[in-house]
């Protein structure tokens, strides 16, 4: 699932990485999550579940959880195959989980104590659950790519590389016909400025084909009126 999702959001020109292709595994959290993390905006936790049995995953979600909480940053809570309330209140096979985590860390309780915390609030923020697409995971994926795009889009102009704030330009293009891009305020004034971010989302390849058509009826008929037009003077 998780690697279709990867592929989804990849078609849709988002940047995105997942932790155990970018993360060496088995390496200090502490050093080389921050740095991830810092770096985006969103974060998808798929809740499948053997979730809780790995304390990679649980510490993970705690370093996700505080930069939540700190930065002010997204996260998408996904329940693949899990009730929600069963991460919430760590209950079902959550439960099972955690029984084996407070053994394994008798003398670091505060430490499992942050983890059921973590699970906690993450299912605070509005999520997807799979069984609410009545388990078709293509559907799934398509709602989540929407959600992270309407979330990325509902931002503020960024900067651009000359550290001037955006502006909002249509694209006219064959293959993206009337879609919206944040581009450089300078764009063509000898400014080599060559920044570019999406702002809507990609348009499919009939829907381009049909708008060019229509776009092109349209300035045939604005013609066609104006001929007339000037024939009644
Ligand atoms: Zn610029």
């Given at each position: 699932f998780t690697d279709h999702l990867y592929t989804a959001l990849e078609q849709a020109r988002i940047n995105c990485f997942t932790d155990d292709d970018e993360l060496p595994r088995g390496r200090d959290i502490s050093t080389e999550l921050p740095n991830a993390i810092q770096q985006s905006r969103i974060f998808i936790v798929v809740f499948s579940k053997?979730?809780?049995?790995s304390s990679w995953c649980l510490k993970e979600l705690a370093e996700i959880v505080r930069c939540t909480n700190a930065i002010g940053r997204i996260l998408i809570p996904i329940f693949y195959h899990v009730d929600p309330s069963d991460v919430r209140k760590q209950t079902g096979t959550f439960a099972e989980s955690f029984i084996r985590h407070e053994e394994e860390y008798q003398n670091d309780t505060e430490r499992v104590r942050s983890w059921r915390r973590a699970l906690t609030r993450a299912t605070d923020f509005s999520g997807y659950d799979l069984k609410a697409v009545n388990g078709y995971e293509s559907r799934l994926i398509k709602l989540i790519v929407e959600e992270v795009w309407l979330q990325m889009s509902s931002r503020e102009p960024p900067k651009c590389y000359c550290g001037l704030r955006t502006h909002l330009t249509t694209s006219w293009t064959d293959d993206n016909p009337g879609r919206r891009f944040f581009g450089c305020a300078r764009y063509g004034e000898q400014s080599h400025c060559n920044f570019f971010d999406w702002y809507d989302l990609p348009i499919c390849e009939r829907g381009a084909k049909l708008i060019i058509e229509m776009r092109e009826e349209i300035l045939e008929m604005r013609e066609e009126i104006e001929m007339l037009e000037g024939q009644l003077h």
């Open positions: 053997g979730y809780a049995s």
